[in-house]
């Protein structure tokens, strides 16, 4: 398997795990330092100078893993329930060990008798640690993210 099929490889296995709620697994592709961001602004380059939608280190991702756990979060009785539909990602080497990826999809959210669409595009930045593949930052710009959007129950 080359570098490329093992990235996208590495992006669909993310997204499974999060439609499976594994997510302490999914915690564990994850750098210690990364930055798992969703811009409110289109063409916002820089998350730190505009407000955004989502703007979380591991530790608040953490924080949302043990909420969700919780037997006293009503909101999730009964629990909602995801599914990524992803295309193909498009892959760019960043150097050695380093690369990005752009991946559009569509966001399917189901709780009770609403479902939630959304679509975009994300990208990843992974790094390699100790010869597996990690994500240091994760944007994900929403095709509607100027919108009045609903609340996102789960993980992009």
């Given at each position: 398997?080359?570098?490329?099929?093992?990235?996208?490889?590495?992006?669909?296995?993310?997204?499974?795990?999060?439609?499976?709620?594994?997510?302490?697994?999914?915690?564990?592709?994850?750098?210690?330092?990364?930055?798992y961001?969703?811009?409110?602004?289109?063409?916002?380059l820089?998350?730190?100078?505009?407000?955004?939608?989502?703007?979380?280190?591991?530790?608040?991702?953490?924080?949302?893993?043990?909420?969700?756990?919780?037997?006293?979060?009503?909101?999730?009785?009964?629990?909602?329930?995801?599914?990524?539909?992803?295309?193909?990602?498009?892959?760019?080497?960043?150097?050695?060990?380093?690369?990005?990826?752009?991946?559009?999809?569509?966001?399917?959210?189901?709780?009770?008798d609403?479902?939630?669409?959304?679509?975009?595009?994300?990208?990843?930045?992974?790094?390699?640690?100790?010869?597996?593949?990690?994500?240091?930052?994760?944007?994900?710009?929403?095709?509607?993210?100027?919108?009045?959007?609903?609340?996102?129950?789960?993980?992009?």
């Amino acid at each position: 398997m080359n570098e490329t099929e093992r990235v996208q490889d590495f992006v669909y296995h993310e997204a499974r795990l999060l439609d499976e709620k594994k997510f302490e697994a999914w915690l564990a592709l994850l750098t210690d330092d990364v930055l798992y961001w969703m811009p409110l602004k289109r063409d916002q380059l820089e998350e730190d100078l505009f407000n955004s939608l989502l703007y979380e280190d591991k530790l608040l991702l953490q924080v949302r893993i043990e909420r969700l756990k919780s037997p006293r979060v009503y909101s999730q009785l009964p629990p909602s329930h995801s599914q990524h539909v992803l295309q193909h990602p498009e892959v760019i080497c960043q150097g050695d060990k380093a690369y990005q990826s752009r991946t559009p999809f569509i966001y399917l959210e189901s709780h009770m008798d609403t479902q939630l669409t959304l679509g975009g595009v994300v990208h990843h930045e992974l790094v390699t640690v100790d010869g597996k593949l990690r994500i240091r930052r994760k944007r994900i710009e929403l095709l509607n993210r100027e919108s009045a959007l609903p609340s996102i129950q789960l993980f992009l």
